[in-house]
């Protein structure tokens, strides 16, 4: 998928997808960031956010140090 500023953005189509194939207001439609809008109409990577196992891993693999404080 690319990424919105690779693009540019087909506002007529986007409107049409939000408005009648999401039957979103506009309001609501102009109040999603494209990321949103994207995930909305399937477009997402279907990952789920990081848990308490993963960040405990990420800690592991990656441990703070005295150097890399930011005080």
Do not use: Y
Not at 8 to 26: E, I, S, V
Not at 28 to 46: K, M, V
Not at 50 to 59: F, K, P, V, Y
Request: hydrophobic share 45%; charged share 30%.
């Amino acid at each position: 998928m690319k990424r919105v500023s690779d693009i540019g953005l087909d506002w007529p189509a986007l409107m049409a997808a939000g408005l009648r194939r999401l039957g979103l207001k506009p309001a609501e439609f102009w109040a999603l960031t494209p990321a949103e809008l994207a995930f909305l109409l399937g477009h997402g990577d279907g990952r789920l956010p990081m848990d308490r196992a993963g960040l405990d891993a990420l800690a592991a693999r990656f441990p703070d140090t005295e150097e890399s404080k930011d005080g």
